[in-house]
């Protein structure tokens, strides 16, 4: 059974925890594949609100496994915390129910403080990171010198190893940045706390989910962020530190290519965008205020107010070509029910030129001008439609249109946040 691999089609917060959880009700395991606790994914189920960092999705369907694979960022206390927090709510994972991959690095204190003190230091030129120590921890990892993997934690010599890596950590924080050093006894006392909880939860994940594969098991890649948050691809330096494309759903678990079958790129009926960069389409008026208001547009990680937008096809293209994406699932398009007229960004203007390919140089970027086409919206409620027919015309319209522009078909629509407010195509 080939495997399908969800991920955002644009910057985050398109809305993935909720395709996610309706689609792991056919799924026997649910993986996570990059970043870390920087995301934020809300769930709504039977009138509850879920919020989950780390963890998968998935967990909530308790006939699903989940996994945390080698491309993880791990922050052990983020992690005990929402297990802590499950339970409490009678949803105990145990580690049947979770595999961790050994391989995953490990997000310290440090690399927090590390990441704090670097937006300090960039003023008004900072990322606008989650703070979550992103950053600093995929740093490590590439540098190869003090990081630690999940399969270190559980090792004789952590302590020593702990020692000299908030040794090395301290040394930037307080040479480079002037920020206040870690209690080094500290860290190594709190980290160890965490290493032997670990333990029954860390596995060859690699292994585990080829064998799921080879065994006919449905097999799901949930993605964070989105694809211009990917460090490759995405608006750099305004993105995160992995590979949130589809490829890395490959090299953060040690699954090839050959195995997945289904790409589906969630995007918003509209754009939105956290922390800083680019954004071609942003609305600073009172339509992007309206917009903000109307989707309740605010972190789920930070709580800080989204940058609104109209629908950019030119990024639905680009996320179509770089993912290799098999299906969209249009998301919130509840959100425009009321909004009279709408705006669609067909291609941009640079000086004469029209470019109608998304351009990878932030220089050309930031003299596009969108091209929008302009449609009418439909002024009426489709939070109660089942099927694309219930729909009212301005509406399929409108997703039709999107599909023409993107190149990719909707074969999924999301018309609130109950799972069953969901169009299949
Ligand atoms: P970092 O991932 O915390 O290093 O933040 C880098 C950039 O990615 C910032 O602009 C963040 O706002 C953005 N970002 C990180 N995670 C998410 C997410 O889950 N949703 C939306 N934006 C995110």
Redesign the pocket.
Known sequence: MPATVVLGAQ???EGKAKIVDYLAAGADVVVRFQ?GA???HTVEVGGETWIFHLLPVGVLNDHAVCVIGNGVVLDPESLFSELDELAGRGIPVPPERLRVSGCAHVVLPYHKAL?RASEESLGSGA??????G??PAYRDKVARSHALRVMDLLDADLRDRLRSAVRAANDMLTSIYGATPLDVEEVVRQTQGFSERLRPYVDDTSVYLNKALDDGRRVLFEG???TL?DIDHGTYP????SNTTAGGACTGTGVGPTRIGEIIGVTKAYMTR????PFPTELLDDEGERIRELGQEY?A?TGRARRCGWFDATIARMAGRVNGLTGLALTRLDILDPVERLKLCTAYRHGDLLLEEFPADPRILDKCEPVYEEVDGWCAPTTGARSFADLPAGARAYVRRIEELSGTPVSLISVGPDRDATIRL
Do not use: E, H, K, M
């Open positions: 910057w985050g917060d970043g920087n995301a934020g990441d990322l606008g990171t989650t703070a979550r992103i950053g964070a962020q989105g948050l305004y993105v995160t530190s956290v922390g800083n960069g972190g990680t």
